[in-house]
């Protein structure tokens, strides 16, 4: 492998041009192989394991490959790491549609028909090699990690290093008797190049050239005497062989471009470090500050607790913009026209897409300064009654009856109305209500009692503020008595209006009062009530039942 890499480096050096074409067109796809191969646009990802690349998987949108390839590498790696486990005990089982490769009692991945496809083989055959390659990977996982193993090759790491050293001085001996063989032999035969009497290329220029060609000869032996060195040495060790394929990648190209970087926005370079430094201490200090505001420790006058949290993002986003604005002429390329483009069309896409961003966090900021609901708030908005859950500068996060989450715009909220349940519960008391209908036969101040004393009868209910009825309305057949009572607890009121509800049936049924709603066709030879020995009828659960109901405004109980 190392002699392969070695003479591909060479070929690309010497022949860079004509490698190029030919290797671009020897790595596309054609129209042709896509037609002949459907899944050849499958993308993939590698599982690899020490450098060493075992097999390529493919995925799906919920599981992309990549992701996929991780994870089944990090499962053979915690297997190989386990030394109970044999290297032999890797096999194949059948599971219907797809196979699993397993490792004990343990899957390490799942086979399907569509990546045995991509192979061009069956599945069962693709699965029996590569659990073949994944019980090699896990012997050559372990041997890698052997004390005796790692010895030797740190020796052979060390012997490589003296060879390099070797080398390198070798080759700079070579370069200088070259170098002093080339001018005593040839400079003196070397002539000005030119046209009858015009001179187009000094000697001077020619010998310098020649030797700048030796120098960058001498160099470039040096080089990949040295990619041979790291090459053999990083591949020694298990966790630096990833490293032997990529050396070109991973140091050549980024020190280049960091390099002539740095070098040319140094001074604009210092100006911003400084810069950040002092952002990022001002940003702390204004934390600092709205931090002990939230907390209670610093108190400001008409200004809320709950503010800080928001005051502080104002300011932070105040301050990162003029941070933006001071530093924009010294960050590297600021001045090009390119860099003036891109930054015009993010501008304009920005504009143009930001709208609604823009909305919701002037809503967002709004809401908070208005204080319309605090996080805890049972409220309803639009259509939606819940908790408020979390306050956000984009939306507003609430928890329903159902145990739902819902995501409302702030925009939604600052552009449609409020009902908070809660705001007013604990100083004044929520008032909770409940209608029925009442025909005319019936004694309306025995109707108001046993309203009232179903409000009594539940538990959560104030005593003060008292309860009171409503007659709301004089219907064609029966009378709208509204019962009123006050709670607390704005989060108990579902519950509130379930139980007020049962003790209005229990009290109408002890004294055979009918309820009308919804609708009234005509008298019934007998009440529409639920006798007292069947409140309980199956499968409804027995309980206390008073043995002499009480009165209802001095009436008694009829019959």
């Excluded at 890499?5 to 070929?11: A, N």
């Excluded at 001085?169 to 032999?185: K, P, S, V």
């Amino acid at each position: 492998m190392m002699i392969e890499r070695v003479r591909w480096l060479l070929i690309l050096i010497l022949l860079s041009a004509a490698s190029g074409g030919s290797l671009a067109a020897a790595g596309s796809v054609q129209p042709a192989d896509l037609d002949l191969h459907p899944d050849a646009t499958v993308a993939t990802a590698a599982v690899e394991v020490d450098g060493r690349v075992l097999f390529r998987v493919r995925g799906v949108s919920s599981f992309p490959a990549r992701e996929r390839a991780a994870a089944i590498t990090e499962r053979i790696k915690r297997l190989a790491g386990d030394p109970a486990l044999p290297a032999d005990s890797v096999r194949l089982v059948e599971s219907g549609g797809y196979s699993s490769i397993m490792a004990g009692d343990r899957r390490i991945m799942a086979l399907f028909d569509s990546d045995a496809r991509i192979e061009e083989v069956a599945r069962e055959t693709l699965g029996l090699a590569l659990c073949e390659r994944i019980g090699k990977a896990i012997d050559e996982y372990r041997h890698d990690r052997d004390t005796q193993v790692l010895q030797r090759r740190g020796l052979e790491a060390a012997g490589a290093t003296a060879a390099l050293a070797t080398m390198v001085t070798l080759l700079l001996w070579l370069a200088r008797q070259l170098n002093g063989l080339l001018e005593r032999r040839f400079r003196s035969r070397i002539h000005h190049l030119g046209i009858q009497s015009f001179e187009i290329v000094r000697a001077e220029s020619i010998w310098a050239g020649l030797r700048a060609a030796l120098s960058a000869l001498r160099m470039l032996s040096i080089l990949i005497v040295s990619f041979i060195y790291l090459d053999f040495v990083l591949s020694r060790f298990p966790w630096t062989r990833w490293l032997a394929g990529n050396l070109t990648d991973f140091a050549l190209r980024p020190l280049r471009l960091i390099g002539e970087g740095l070098i040319g926005y140094f001074p604009d370079l210092i100006f911003l470090i400084v810069l950040a430094l002092l952002v990022r201490f001002v940003l702390r200090l204004l934390r600092l500050f709205f931090d002990a505001v939230a907390q209670g420790s610093v108190t400001l006058l008409h200004f809320e607790a709950e503010w800080a949290r928001p005051t502080y993002k104002i300011a932070r986003f105040a301050l990162l913009v003029l941070a933006v604005i001071v530093a924009y002429p010294y960050i590297p390329g600021s001045e090009s026209a390119a860099f003036k483009g891109v930054t015009l069309m993010l501008g304009v896409v920005v504009s143009l897409g930001s709208s609604s961003i823009i909305a919701n966090l002037i809503a967002g900021l709004m809401i908070t300064y208005r204080r319309a609901f605090r996080v805890g708030d049972r409220v309803r908005i639009g259509e939606v009654t819940g908790d408020v859950t979390q306050v956000r500068l984009q939306v507003t996060h609430l928890r329903t009856l159902k145990n739902e989450e819902v995501t409302i715009p702030n925009s939604q909220i600052l552009n449609g109305h409020v009902m908070n349940y809660s705001s007013l519960a604990k100083k004044q008391g929520l008032i909770l209500h409940a209608t029925v209908g009442i025909g005319y036969e019936t004694p309306w101040r025995q109707v108001e009692a046993m309203l009232l004393q179903a409000a009594a009868r539940t538990p959560g209910l104030l005593a003060e503020p008292t309860p009171f009825v409503m007659h709301k309305e004089l219907g064609d057949f029966c009378v709208s008595y509204e019962i009123n009572a006050y709670c607390n607890d704005a989060r108990m009121m579902e519950h509130l209006y379930t139980e007020l509800r049962r003790n209005i049936l229990d009290l109408f049924n002890e004294y055979d009062v009918q309820i009308m709603t919804p609708a009234y066709e005509g008298d019934p030879k007998q009440p529409k009530v639920v006798p007292r020995d069947q409140w309980y009828a199956a499968p409804a659960v027995s309980g206390p039942v008073d043995d002499a109901p009480a009165t209802a405004s001095g009436t008694q109980r009829p019959g």
